[in-house]
T-cell receptor
Framework: AQSVAQPEDQVNVAEGNPLTVKCTYSVSGNPYLFWYVQYPNRGLQFLLKYITGDNLVKGSYGFEAEFNKSQTSFHLKKPSALVSDSALYFCAVRAPGGATNKLIFGTGTLLAVQP | DSGVTQTPKHLITATGQRVTLRCSPR?????VYWYQQSLDQGLQFLIQYYNGEERAKGNILERFSAQQFPDLHSELNLSSLELGDSALYFC???????????????FGPGTRLTVT
């Protein structure tokens, strides 16, 4: 069965510094991977996805993620953090093929950016 | 704004009661998904419908049921409610439903259910 792990409950970073939010996955075959962000009292917003091709994926709001097949990781990154990036970030995986597009989410990582 | 709408935003009800949550997908999206978000369980997939037909089931209790109507809106029915059912319920939609393609899902703002 596919699964996603986000090993850090919280990541603290100073504004202007680079940030990384970690995600590792377990899935049979080539995974489809996603990052979503949730602001307080809001729904989840799609940031980016990896399906195939270039291992570095660029997404919304200056975020990018690097797919690493050998380490089964899909870490979210941003070169320079903003206070407004503070939110809850979810990594999700979907196994290719099959009859459903359902997503399996990680437990979430709270990103706190200090001014 | 994702284009997915959910009503109501908040719902407070008593144990043993029955409630219905409603979702309208983005225009053109054929798939609707329901997820439950709680502090102890995280984000859990409940059920998916594609063009009116059930496509997949996740950790959905027998007391819960859903359907997708011909106009593609969906309803999630929760009955015999228990305190532990208190959670945020999200609806999401996507263009497709499965196959070799992976379609990103767009989430509604959620319905916060409180069972007292």
């Amino acid at each position: 069965a596919q699964s996603v792990a986000q090993p850090e409950d919280q990541v603290n970073v100073a504004e202007g510094n680079p940030l990384t939010v970690k995600c590792t996955y377990s899935v049979s075959g080539n995974p489809y991977l996603f990052w979503y962000v949730q602001y307080p009292n809001r729904g989840l917003q799609f940031l980016l996805k990896y399906i195939t091709g270039d291992n570095l994926v660029k997404g919304s709001y200056g975020f990018e993620a690097e797919f690493n097949k050998s380490q089964t990781s899909f870490h979210l990154k941003k070169p320079s953090a903003l206070v407004s990036d503070s939110a809850l970030y979810f990594c999700a995986v979907r196994a290719p093929g099959g009859a459903t597009n359902k997503l399996i989410f990680g437990t979430g990582t709270l990103l706190a950016v200090q001014p | 704004d994702s284009g997915v709408t959910q009503t109501p935003k908040h719902l407070i009800t008593a144990t043993g009661q029955r409630v219905t949550l409603r979702c309208s997908p983005r225009s053109g999206d054929l798939s609707v998904y329901w997820y439950q978000q709680s502090l102890d369980q995280g984000l859990q997939f409940l059920i998916q419908y594609y063009n009116g037909e059930e496509r997949a089931k996740g950790n959905i209790l027998e007391r819960f049921s859903a359907q997708q109507f011909p106009d593609l809106h969906s309803e999630l029915n929760l009955s015999s409610l228990e305190l532990g059912d208190s959670a945020l319920y999200f609806c999401a939609s996507s263009v497709g439903g499965a196959g070799g393609f992976s379609y990103e899902q767009y989430f509604g703002p959620g319905t916060r259910l409180t069972v007292t």
